[in-house]
């Protein structure tokens, strides 16, 4: 099939759990923290994304996204806006 026609993407979104949740860092500082359960999407270009969506800085780390500061609400906007189904993503 070609490339253009593949559905490979949206049926791995399908069946994705993500949590995000916060963390307190050194400092007192907090970090949005993007954990995917199951199969894991290309999180360089999720964290791209998610970087200019919340105009932060951010890193990969252990296959989780790490964003900086309190973005949990932004971040889920931007993964139903990506396709992710609303009940797969929990908010903690």
Not at 74 to 86: T, V
């Amino acid at each position: 099939m070609p490339i253009d026609l593949c559905v490979c993407e949206s049926l791995s979104q399908e069946n994705q759990r993500i949590t995000i949740s916060n963390d307190k860092r050194k400092w007192g500082r907090i970090v949005t923290v993007v954990t995917f359960n199951g199969e894991i999407p290309d999180l360089k270009k999720m964290l791209k994304k998610a970087k200019t969506f919340c105009a932060s800085g951010g890193t990969i780390r252990e296959n989780q996204i790490e964003i900086q500061g309190e973005h949990r609400h932004k971040i889920r906007k931007l993964l139903i806006k990506e396709g992710f189904p609303i009940e797969n993503i929990e908010i903690l």
